[in-house]
C-alpha cells in the first residue's frame, strides 16, 4: 500500500512540474487569443492574398476595352535577281509603325469584365468563410483546453477523495470495522485514476499543441467559464427564422449563388465569339523603299491609315457551339449544387439550433444531477462512518458526482459552440459574438 501511495505522490510531483511554466503566466481570454489569432493564421492570410490576386482580374479585363498602342520596327532587306545571273539588286531599308487600337464593339470584352465582378465578389466571400472558421477554430481549441483542464483538474480531486477513502479503509481494517476488502477496492480505484491521470495530461498537452498552431504560441493559463453564469438561448428562438435566414443569407450559399451567375455568365462570353467586332485603329509608320545608305539613300516618307475594322465570325470548326453547350451543362451543374448547398445550411442550421436548445436542457438536468450526486456522496460517507453502508458505495458515489461534473462542463462548452455554429450557419457570425462569450469567463 505504501508503494501505491508514493506512486500517487510521485506522478502528482511529475505533473505540477511540467504544468509549472503555465502556472506564473499571465491569464489569457478568448478575446485576447483570438485576436492573435486574427494576426497569425496563415489560412486567414490566404484567403486574403487570395483576395487581392483575384481584386487584380478587373482592371486587367478592363484594360481589354481601353485603347492600346503597339510599336514595332524592322530592317528588311530586298534581294532581286532576274533570270540572267549577271543582273541583280539588293535593297535594305528600315521600317516602323506605330499603331493605336480601340476596340468600339466587343461583346465577349464586356462580358469578361462583368465576370470579373462575381469573382472579386467570391474572393471576398472566401475571405469571410476563411474569418468566421478561424473564429470556430479558436472557440473550439480554447473550450478543448478548458475541458482538458476540466478533466484533469476533476480527476485529481478524485484523487485526492480516494485516497482519503483509502486511509479510512485502513484504520477500519486495523480497527476490526472493515475488511480488507475495503482497502483493495480504494487501491485499485486509485490506480485507474492515476492511469486516466496520465492520459488526461496527454490530452491537455494535445489540446495546448492544438491552440499553439493556430496562434504561433504555447497558450497562457486561461480564462474560465464561470459556473455561475446562465448560457444565452438562440435569438430569436424559432427554428423557422434561422433556417430562412440560413437558406438565403449563409456565406456557402452567397458563394454557390456567385458561382451560378459566373457560370451564366460564361455562357455569354462563349455565345460572343459568334457576333461581330468593330475596332478603330490608326496606324503610322514608314512604308518608302528608299534605302537607309547607299546611292539610292534619303528622306523616307511617312504614311498614316485610319480606319474602322469589322470581324466577322464565319466558321470555326463547330468550337463555339461546342463551348455554348459545355458552359451550359456548368450552369446546371453549378444551379444543382447551390441547391445541395442551400439545403445542407438549412441541415446544419436544424443541427446546430437543436444542439443549443437540447444543450441548455441538458445543462440545467446536469446541475440537478449534480446536486444530487452531491448529496449522495455526502449520504454515503455518513453510512460508511456508521456502518450501514461500504466502502464500494462511497467509491461509486465518488465517482458519479466527479463524471457529473465533468459532463456538466462539456455541456456547457458545446452550448456555446453551437451557438456560435448556429450564427455561422445564418451568415450572421460577429465579432461581438466573440466579446458576448468572453465576457462569461472570468481568470
Known amino acids: 500500500m505504501a508503494t501505491g501511495r508514493l506512486r500517487s505522490f510521485g506522478l502528482f510531483f511529475v505533473l505540477n512540474a511540467l ?14 487569443v483570438w485576436t492573435k489569432a486574427l494576426e497569425r493564421d496563415p489560412i486567414l492570410a490566404a484567403a486574403e492574398a487570395n483576395r487581392a490576386a483575384q481584386s487584380e482580374k478587373t482592371p486587367q479585363a478592363r484594360a481589354l476595352l481601353l485603347p492600346y498602342i503597339t510599336a514595332s520596327t524592322g530592317v528588311e532587306t530586298d534581294d532581286i535577281r532576274s533570270t540572267s545571273l549577271d543582273q541583280s539588286s539588293t535593297d535594305n531599308r ?53 475541458a482538458a483542464q476540466d478533466t484533469l483538474k476533476s480527476l485529481d480531486a478524485q484523487k485526492q477523495a480516494i485516497m482519503n477513502q483509502l486511509d479510512a479503509a485502513k484504520r477500519g ?33 494535445l489540446a495546448q499543441d492544438a491552440l499553439a498552431g493556430i496562434i504561433s504560441e504555447r497558450p497562457a493559463e486561461l480564462a474560465r467559464l464561470q459556473s455561475t453564469v446562465s448560457l444565452p438561448p438562440p435569438q430569436p428562438a424559432r427554428l423557422d427564422d434561422w433556417t430562412t435566414q440560413a437558406a438565403q443569407a449563409s456565406l456557402e450559399v452567397a458563394q454557390a449563388e456567385l458561382s451560378t451567375r459566373l457560370a451564366a455568365k460564361q ?17 503610322s509608320g514608314s512604308s518608302s523603299d528608299r534605302g537607309t545608305f547607299g546611292p539610292r539613300a534619303g528622306p523616307r516618307s511617312v504614311e498614316t491609315t485610319v480606319g474602322v475594322q469589322l470581324s466577322i465570325p464565319l466558321f470555326a470548326g463547330g468550337g463555339i457551339s461546342s463551348r455554348v453547350r459545355e458552359q451550359t451543362s456548368l450552369l446546371q451543374k453549378a444551379r444543382y449544387e447551390l441547391e445541395s448547398t442551400r439545403r445542407q445550411a438549412v441541415q446544419a442550421t436544424q443541427a446546430f439550433f437543436s444542439g443549443v436548445v ?74 461581438d459574438d466573440i466579446i458576448a462569450i468572453n465576457n462569461l469567463l472570468a481568470p
Not at 462583368?114 to 473550450?143: G, K
Not at 481494517?173 to 491521470?197: K, V
Request: aromatic share 8%.
Open 173 to 205: 481494517f486495523e480497527l476490526g470495522s472493515a475488511t480488507i476488502a475495503d482497502t483493495y477496492e480504494a487501491q485499485a480505484r486509485l490506480d485507474l485514476i492515476n492511469a486516466g491521470e496520465i492520459q488526461a495530461f496527454n490530452a491537455l498537452q
Open 358 to 431: 437540447s444543450g441548455l436542457a441538458r445543462v440545467s438536468a446536469l446541475q440537478a444531477a449534480e446536486a444530487s450526486s452531491r448529496a449522495s456522496l455526502e449520504a454515503n460517507q455518513t453510512g460508511y462512518e456508521v456502518g450501514v453502508r461500504v466502502n464500494i458505495d462511497v467509491l461509486n458515489a465518488q465517482q458519479q458526482l466527479y463524471e457529473t461534473q465533468r459532463a456538466l462542463a462539456d455541456a456547457r462548452y458545446a452550448t456555446l459552440l453551437n451557438g456560435l455554429r448556429l450564427k455561422a450557419a445564418g451568415g450572421i457570425l460577429t465579432a
Open 267 to 283: 455562357i455569354h462570353i462563349a455565345q460572343s465569339e459568334h457576333y461581330p467586332t468593330v475596332d478603330f485603329y490608326a496606324q
Open 19 to 32: 504544468l509549472l511554466p503555465f502556472a506564473g503566466a499571465q491569464t489569457q481570454d478568448l478575446l485576447q
Open 94 to 146: 528600315a521600317v516602323w509603325a506605330l499603331t493605336l487600337t480601340q476596340p468600339i464593339i466587343d461583346v465577349g470584352l464586356w462580358d469578361t469584365y462583368r465576370a470579373t465582378e462575381y469573382i472579386a465578389q467570391s474572393a471576398t466571400l472566401a475571405v469571410q468563410q476563411a474569418w468566421q472558421d478561424l473564429t470556430l477554430r479558436v472557440t473550439q481549441a480554447y473550450f478543448n483546453v478548458l
